[in-house]
C-alpha cells in the first residue's frame, strides 16, 4: 500500500497544547477514567496530567510515552485523530514541511508521519531551544533505544555517567535510551536534529527484546 502524506502547517505553540489535550482527555473520559486512574497507570501525577489535558504544559517525549502506555495506545493518536495501523508493504511518502509539531521550554519536536500506528521505529526532526545543562529540571530517559543526527549547528548530549559529547552537523549517535540523557544546542544558533526512537529495551545480557 503506498501513501502520500497530507502536508501539515504547524500550529502556535497554544494551540498545539489546546489540541493534545483535548485528544489526551477524550482518550481519558471513552475509557471512562478518572485523572487519579490514568495517573496510577501511568505513573505521572495527577498535576501534570491535568495541566496537560487542560492546555497549560507540554509533555517531554518520555511523559508522552509513559501515558500512552497507561492508557493503552500508540503515540501517535495524540497527534492525529484519525490514522491507520503499519501493514505490510505499506510505502507512505511525507513532504517537507509534513509532521505534527509539539514544542516543550527546550525541545521543539516534530513527529513524523503521525498518521501511521503501531510503527517501530517513532521518527521526529527538532529544534533545541536549551543551550545548557541548568535549563533542564532532570533527565529523560525511556525504554528503548535511540539514534540522534544533527542536522545543523551543534548538539551537547549530557548523559548519566558519562562525560558530555559535543556532536556537528553530520555527526550522529546511538544509545540505551534507559540510561538518563539531555540534549542541548552548543553554539548560540539553535541546532537541528533528527532523532529516531524504538520501544525495544535490553535484557539482563544486553540482547534487544521488544516490548
Known sequence: MSTRIQSISPDSPDTQRADFGRRLHALRRDRGWTLSELSERSGLAVST?????RGLMSLTYDRMLQLARGIGVDMSEFFSAEGTSFAKGSFAVAPKGTFQRQETPNYVYEMLFPEIRN???????GSLKAHDLVDFEDFVRHPGQEFLLVLEGA???FAEGKAPVTLRQ???????SARGHLYASAGAVDARILVVCTELSTDADGQAVAR
Open 155 to 157: 548538539v551537547t548530549v
Open 119 to 125: 510503527k517501530a521505529m517513532v521518527p521526529m526532526m
Open 170 to 176: 553530520g555527526d550522529s549517535l546511538y544509545f540505551d
Open 49 to 53: 496530567i491535568s495541566k496537560a489535558e
